[in-house]
């Protein structure tokens, strides 16, 4: 079955931090470029992080620079987002996503440039 399975989310306390995780099955996420995304209740899913196909290229929202750092195993054909110093504002549902190798300008984090998703792993930041 070809799937993305995310895994790694909880709950922490502000200043925690996560490791988030995101499995292919059934195909290789060598040739793709990943993207990590949340969506938070009432707002539109944004990209946090995203990682080209050969990984010359990643990309950091604003909001998480020097924080999460986005990193691929090929030989364990799985993508990681490991998150630092988690803020109550990180609280959402995290997804994974594959998309083409290539891309249109500002398009290579843009959610709508990714085809294939997870299911989404919830990450809840609190006191």
């Known amino acids: 079955q070809v799937q993305l399975v995310e895994s790694g989310g909880g709950s922490v306390q502000p200043g925690g931090s996560l490791r988030l995780s995101c499995a292919a099955s059934?195909?290789?996420?060598?040739?793709?470029?990943i993207g990590w995304f949340r969506q938070a209740p009432g707002k539109e899913r944004e990209g946090v992080s995203c990682?080209?196909?050969?990984?010359?290229?990643?990309y950091y929202a604003d909001s998480v620079k020097g924080r999460f750092t986005i990193s691929r195993d090929r030989a364990k054909n799985t993508v990681y987002l490991q998150m630092n110093t988690l803020e109550p504002e990180d609280t959402a549902t995290y997804y994974c996503?594959?998309?083409?190798?290539?891309?249109?300008?500002?398009?290579?984090?843009?959610?709508?440039?990714?085809?294939?998703w997870g299911q989404g792993t919830q990450v809840t930041v609190s006191s």
């Open positions: 996503a594959t998309g083409p190798p290539y891309y249109s300008g500002s398009d290579f984090c843009r959610p709508l440039s990714y085809s294939r």
């Open positions: 059934g195909f290789r996420l060598d040739y793709y470029r």
């Open positions: 990682i080209s196909s050969r990984d010359s290229s990643t």
